[in-house]
């Protein structure tokens, strides 16, 4: 089954203590992105890549980083959480640009800062 | 920002009424998509339109596109209980290119049994 997952699917942590959200597609894509949805604010970007090797900045990218090894794996990682990064997170692929073309949601992760 | 605005925040109809949501977005484009979530839960594509094309239908959906506007709207025809969801725009920049997606903050969409 073609599918976007994202692990794990709720987390509770501690101001600063580092921590890495795993999204891995199976459906051979070049594009895939990280996105946060706070209420009120909707979906926003965070970082983006392209193709291997090939991460670019989204609307909101401070505070994260990315990185793409390999093609199906696209982790998203918060070096020093901090409560202003708790948000339901959201890694998405697609066959081209998220702009041309539909995107593959993955079920979503809940991070809670304390 | 970029990010395009849905109107109206929430809707509540019967089951069977037609249900129109619309966006508005600022900036030129090159397409447009929508997408339906259920609470909590990840986006679901629903249907894209090109800045060239002004009408796209989908099953029961259908979308508009008015460029010169800058606005798109959403029908769903003979609305079903399952349909209730929260219902996303998202467009892309012409000067930014495809790369970034920006999403509106959705219309939520309740369908009364």
């Known amino acids: 089954e073609a599918q976007v997952t994202q692990n794990p699917r709720y987390l509770i942590t501690v101001t600063g203590k580092k921590l890495t959200v795993t999204c891995s597609q199976n459906m051979n894509h070049e594009y895939m992105s990280w996105y946060r949805q706070d209420p009120g604010l909707g979906l926003r970007q965070i970082y983006y890549?392209?193709?291997?090797?090939?991460?670019d900045k989204g609307d909101v990218p401070e505070g994260y980083k990315v990185s793409r090894k390999e093609k199906r794996n696209f982790p998203l990682i918060l070096e020093s959480p901090s409560p202003n990064q708790t948000s339901l997170y959201f890694c998405a692929s697609s066959l081209l640009a998220s702009g041309r073309t539909e995107q593959y949601f993955g079920p979503g992760t809940r991070l809670t800062v304390t | 920002s970029q990010q395009g605005e849905e109107d109206p925040q929430a809707l509540s109809i019967q089951e069977g009424e037609n249900a129109t949501m619309n966006c508005s977005y600022k900036t030129s484009i090159n397409n447009l998509q929508w997408y339906r979530q259920n609470s909590g839960r990840g986006l679901v594509h629903l249907i894209l339109i090109r800045s060239n094309e002004r009408e796209k239908h989908s099953g029961r959906l259908r979308v508009t596109l008015d460029t010169s506007k800058k606005s798109s709207s959403l029908l769903i025809t003979a609305s079903r209980a399952a349909d209730t969801a929260s219902y996303f725009c998202?467009?892309?920049?012409?000067?930014?290119?495809?790369?970034?997606?920006?999403f509106g903050t959705g219309t939520r969409l309740t369908v009364i049994p």
């Open positions: 998202a467009t892309d920049g012409k000067q930014t290119g495809a790369n970034n997606l920006f």
């Open positions: 890549s392209m193709n291997v090797e090939v991460t």
